[in-house]
T-cell receptor, first 114, second 115 residues
Framework: AQSVTQPDIHITVSEGASLELRCNYSYGATPYLFWYVQSPGQGLQLLLKYFSGDTLVQGIKGFEAEFKRSQSSFNLRKPSVHWSDAAEYFCAVGPKTSYDKVIFGPGTSLSVIP | DAGITQSPRHKVTETGTPVTLRCHQTENHRYMYWYRQDPGHGLRLIHYSYGVKDTDKGEVSDGYSVSRSKTEDFLLTLESATSSQTSVYFC??????????????FGQGTRLTVV
């Protein structure tokens, strides 16, 4: 069955520290991969996406993610976290066939300590 | 930003009444989705549509129905609202140019309270 897991429900980091949010997926083939961010009271915004090619992708707000096929992972990273990064982060896999849907992980809530 | 409009943005309704939420897109995307978001549960898919009059159930479809008579509109109906359906509802679209399945774009959400 297709699924996305985000092992960390909640993470707290200090401002300026590095960040890595984990994402693992189960899919029949290499899917399209996405990370979204949701600030309190807002809808979801796309941070970055991987379709093919270079396995390290850059996104907005200084985020990057690395696709590792052997580990079925697509972890999100940021070298130095800002207080404004406190939000909910969702990993998602997208279909490559006509009748499949986007599947979201359960989300990781990030808190940032000043 | 993708042209997605959810209406209403806020609604309070009484238990047992029917409620319809509307999602309207101006992007001609093939796929449309309805999610609910509750604390501790992340996003949960209610129903989705992969074309006009083509819909399917998600993981939490009980008590909900949908309709898509036009590409641009996807309606979510709570047939008889219950307090457990108090939630924030998000519409999303995907499948842009040529029907390719690219990223999903989200509406701003509808906060529904059932009293």
């Amino acid at each position: 069955a297709q699924s996305v897991t985000q092992p960390d429900i909640h993470i707290t980091v200090s401002e300026g520290a590095s960040l890595e949010l984990r994402c693992n997926y189960s899919y029949g083939a290499t899917p399209y991969l996405f990370w979204y961010v949701q600030s309190p009271g807002q809808g979801l915004q796309l941070l970055l996406k991987y379709f093919s090619g270079d396995t390290l992708v850059q996104g907005i707000k200084g985020f990057e993610a690395e696709f590792k096929r052997s580990q079925s992972s697509f972890n999100l990273r940021k070298p130095s976290v800002h207080w404004s990064d406190a939000a909910e982060y969702f990993c998602a896999v997208g279909p490559k066939t006509s009748y499949d849907k986007v599947i979201f992980g359960p989300g990781t809530s990030l808190s940032v300590i000043p | 930003d993708a042209g997605i409009t959810q209406s209403p943005r806020h609604k309070v309704t009484e238990t047992g009444t029917p409620v319809t939420l509307r999602c309207h897109q101006t992007e001609n995307h093939r796929y449309m989705y309805w999610y609910r978001q509750d604390p501790g549960h992340g996003l949960r898919l209610i129903h989705y549509s992969y074309g006009v009059k083509d819909t399917d159930k998600g993981e939490v479809s009980d008590g909900y129905s949908v309709s898509r008579s036009k590409t641009e509109d996807f309606l979510l109906t709570l047939e008889s609202a219950t307090s457990s359906q108090t939630s924030v509802y998000f519409c999303a679209i995907s499948g842009g140019t040529g029907g390719l399945n690219t990223e999903a774009f989200f509406g701003q959400g509808t906060r529904l309270t059932v009293v």
